[in-house]
């Protein structure tokens, strides 16, 4: 079992950034291609960003292209998402995820491993 350990949310105000990341406890980053996913009170999750094993490969969702940057270190085994330029309707809780692949995915189904998520709140 692979346990995902997330760090990095909090409270901004709108226009400000943070920077997320997660680590697999015991496990080599490498090992994995990763995923960002998040939900919004009352609403389902979706996906984020991802990046593929090697980090050669990254995708967003429309809503936060050239805001969020998907990123990974395998010598520091830890993925990251910087998130810009912050909105309001980017509050959610935010989950990292780790699917035993080369090639990175938005299906959350294909996803093997889920952290506990870190709390993500954009003030207006």
């Known amino acids: 079992q692979v346990q995902l350990v997330e760090s990095g949310g909090g409270l901004v105000q709108a226009g400000g950034s943070l920077r997320l990341s997660c680590s697999p406890s015991?496990?080599?980053?490498?090992?994995?291609?990763m995923g960002w996913f998040r939900q919004a009170p009352g609403k389902e999750r979706e996906f984020v960003a991802a990046?593929?094993?090697?980090?050669?490969?990254?995708y967003y969702t429309d809503s936060v292209k050239g805001r969020f940057t998907i990123s990974r270190d395998n010598a520091k085994n830890t993925v990251y998402l910087q998130m810009n330029s912050l909105k309001p309707e980017d509050t959610a809780v935010y989950y990292c995820?780790?699917?035993?692949?080369?090639?990175?995915?938005?299906?959350?189904?294909?996803?093997?491993?889920w952290g506990q998520g870190t709390q993500v709140t954009v003030s207006s």
């Open positions: 990046i593929s094993r090697s980090g050669g490969e990254t």
């Open positions: 015991g496990r080599t980053l490498s090992t994995y291609a």
């Open positions: 995820a780790a699917r035993s692949a080369v090639i990175a995915t938005m299906n959350e189904r294909l996803y093997d491993y």
